[in-house]
């Protein structure tokens, strides 16, 4: 089974709006990355947060982890065209990591 | 700094003939490799990881095996593909150990079985 479930599946905004995606996992981790697929491409690591921080910045991303609620949330501001792309998070277990289902980004210019 | 190819980027192949995928990772020693499966807007599907030659762990039963000849080398393969092994594989390498652990993919291969 998935470890990782993000939600929604899809989600469609204007540029400039913020788009939140929300992930949850099952058991305990070692930390919680978020990546990026754009269409038929590989994976791209985002941003890692470990299992002991609550919340974590990288440019216009922003990283939420409550891990008695076992569940994360990425925020991108100010969303662009260019961020048009599937976001996946992952949870790293000892030697695998299990990814979600993913959200589809649609930004629209 | 590290670089993962796989190849081929695309494959057609019929239904019942073997299959062969190749992933090799460069600039770093005594990675964990990974092969993973997507269809088509789906999220990932972790098929075999491995953490050293010969040492490989398969998460799903499947058509499909994987064999690490060498240290930075994973082969996918199948000796005979069925329509439900269609989609994209994605081969992937990561250190081995720290909480800071992250997973790089290479670009894919999409493969079409006819």
């Known amino acids: 089974s998935q470890q990782g479930e993000e939600d929604p599946q899809a989600l469609s905004i204007q540029e400039g709006e913020n788009a939140t995606m929300n992930c949850s996992y099952k058991t305990s981790i070692n930390n919680l990355q978020w990546y990026r697929q754009n269409s038929g491409r590989g994976l791209v690591h985002l941003i890692l947060?470990?299992?002991?921080?609550r919340e974590k910045h990288s440019g216009r991303l922003r990283v939420t982890l409550d891990t008695s609620k076992k569940s994360s949330s990425l925020l991108i501001t100010a969303s662009r065209a260019a961020d048009t792309a599937s976001y996946f998070c992952?949870?790293?277990?000892?030697?695998?990591?299990?990814f979600g289902s993913g959200t589809r980004l649609s930004v629209k210019p | 700094s590290q670089t993962i190819h796989q190849w081929p980027a695309t494959l057609v192949q019929p239904v019942g003939s073997p299959l062969s995928l190749e992933c090799t990772v460069e600039g770093t020693s005594n990675p964990n490799l990974y092969w993973y499966r997507q269809a088509a807007g789906r999220g990932l599907q972790l098929l075999f990881y491995s953490i050293g030659i010969d040492q490989i762990s398969s998460e799903v039963p499947q058509n499909l095996s994987a064999s690490r000849p060498q240290d930075r080398q994973f082969i996918l393969s199948s000796k005979k593909l069925l329509l439900s092994d269609s989609g994209f594989y994605l081969c992937?390498?990561?250190?081995?150990?720290?909480?800071?652990?992250?997973?790089?993919f290479g670009e894919g291969s999409w493969l079409t079985v006819v």
């Open positions: 992937a390498w990561s250190v081995r150990t720290g909480a800071r652990n992250t997973i790089y």
């Open positions: 947060i470990r299992s002991n921080e």
């Open positions: 992952a949870t790293a277990s000892y030697s695998t990591f299990i």
